[in-house]
């Protein structure tokens, strides 16, 4: 791959954005976009107390972000900013380590986040089926799974700036719940019940897995950056106040959780948080968190489904994909890449719960080990480039930082259950042979692949004079 430029990079773009004239996400949806590409509230952190107790589920809830989130969001704001184009990742990706690696990067990450999304229609259906229990299982659950991914599907369609705004409203409405719950926990609260732990009784695959699944995909919104008005400025800004909220939405419960009820570890399982409103608060707050807890599943549902078909917008723009992935709907969605996305997601929606995390969370790591690559790389190999955001460390400073989170990316690599393992190395050997396939159709013109011409070229030159030349 050719080099990228500064100035001449971004008013590139700007000028496409331009000449698309659609709407552009603003901040606030944006927030919520990523408060549900990461959280969707604190349905599912149940099964840290269960693991570990709770000062240990605490504990990881205030220092996972510090290894892990923080870092992984500084290096999507500049990463973000410095290429802000629909793709996000796979052009980082790709810039660094050039196209091949760049498909790699594309398909795992997609093929991760489409496991993810079919556990959400799972969910929802999950937390219906006390109210309804024909949604148990059979025909009548089948049918409302299609029903239900046909309905999200169909917001994705109508527009980017839709699914933002429906965020928002579901974003507020899961939340408040747990504002009331902690308010009118205050009185039984006994800040002792906080500080236990028995480092001889931990269940560390559980508790690892589900901090890391609750707190990873802060890189998922750079797939829209293409889509966001004034990334350079929106994005890192975004990016800080989702953290923010993502942490704050785990810890505050989890406190009134642990501190106002005597503890039972075994009862800590999923959906637990509505018997806390019970006891605290009554059944009309049971009711609330439930529904909360069922429309949050809708909000992620809706929110990942739009980072993976962009993803694909992104990467047929780039000529990694044939042509038509590239194609928009009247309302400027990748018609295609939401059909395809859909599709995976009804395939897959028949896992369980522990494999579908057990299984994104492994093909996760290898996506997020080729994007900490990519991201020293090109501050070696790109030092000068424009990054309208910069992490505030210089070179030795990002290698350090990224210790961290390498090293638990392996401990999770060594926790996956060999099932996962096989199934995971099966679909990354897939991704290593489907892309020299794609290059042979190209080349044979059995599918039409293009470049948008409105993009730079990355894969142009590689006259490291003609870069300088575009270059701060």
């Not at 996400?25 to 959280?39: A, D, H, M, N, T």
């Not at 973000?80 to 996000?88: A, K, L, Q, S, V």
């Amino acid at each position: 791959m050719g080099e990228y430029g500064g100035r001449d990079y971004h008013g590139l773009l700007e000028g496409a954005a331009r000449a698309n004239n659609l709407p552009k996400v603003s901040i606030i949806p944006l927030v919520f976009l990523i408060f549900y590409e990461v959280s969707g509230g604190p349905f599912g952190i149940e099964d840290t107390v269960q693991a570990a107790g709770p000062l240990l589920a605490i504990l990881g809830f205030l220092v996972f972000p510090l290894i892990w989130s923080i870092p992984e969001a500084l290096i999507t704001a500049e990463m973000g900013t410095m290429f802000p184009e629909n793709g996000g990742y796979v052009v980082w990706v790709s810039s660094a380590l050039g196209p091949y690696w760049g498909f790699q990067q594309g398909w795992m990450k997609w093929l991760s986040g489409v496991i993810d999304n079919a556990l959400y229609p799972v969910l929802f259906l999950d937390y219906l089926e006390s109210t309804i229990p024909a949604l148990g299982g059979g025909l009548p659950r089948a049918f409302a799974v299609l029903g239900l991914t046909a309905l999200l599907t169909f917001m994705n369609y109508r527009g980017l700036t839709i699914v933002g705004w429906v965020a928002v409203f579901l974003g507020v409405f899961s939340i408040l719940p747990f504002i009331i719950m902690g308010l009118m926990a205050i009185p039984k609260l006994r800040p002792k019940r906080w500080l236990v732990v028995n480092l001889h009784n931990v269940d560390w695959n559980l508790y690892l897995n589900t901090l890391f699944w609750n707190l990873n995909y802060w890189d998922s919104i750079s797939t829209l950056a293409g889509e966001v008005d004034n990334p350079s400025k929106t994005l890192p800004k975004a990016l800080l106040y989702a953290l923010i909220l993502v942490v704050v939405g785990y810890l505050y419960p989890l406190l009134a959780g642990t501190g106002a009820i005597p503890l039972d570890r075994e009862l800590w399982t999923d959906g637990y948080f509505s018997d806390i409103a019970k006891i605290v608060g009554g059944v009309w707050l049971t009711w609330w968190v439930q529904g909360a807890a069922a429309l949050s599943n809708m909000g992620m549902f809706v929110a990942e489904m739009s980072s993976d078909s962009f993803q694909l917008l992104g990467m047929a723009e780039r000529g990694m994909l044939p042509e038509f992935f590239s194609k928009r709907s009247p309302y400027g969605t990748p018609l295609i890449g939401i059909m395809f996305s859909a599709s995976g997601v009804l395939l897959l929606s028949w896992l369980s719960f522990q494999e579908i995390v057990a299984a994104e969370n492994f093909l996760y790591c290898f996506g997020m080990l080729l994007e900490f690559v990519a991201f020293i790389r090109l501050r070696i190999k790109n030092p000068r480039a424009s990054r309208p955001y910069k992490v505030p460390l210089g070179t030795i400073g990002c290698i350090l930082m990224i210790i961290p989170p390498t090293l638990l990316i392996f401990v999770v690599l060594v926790f996956s259950s060999l099932k996962v393992m096989l199934v995971s190395l099966a679909a990354v050997i897939i991704g290593l042979i489907l892309q020299p396939c794609l290059r042979y159709v190209e080349k044979k013109r059995w599918l039409r692949f293009s470049i948008n011409p409105d993009l730079p070229d990355f894969r142009a030159t590689g006259n490291e004079n003609a870069a300088e030349s575009l270059m701060e």
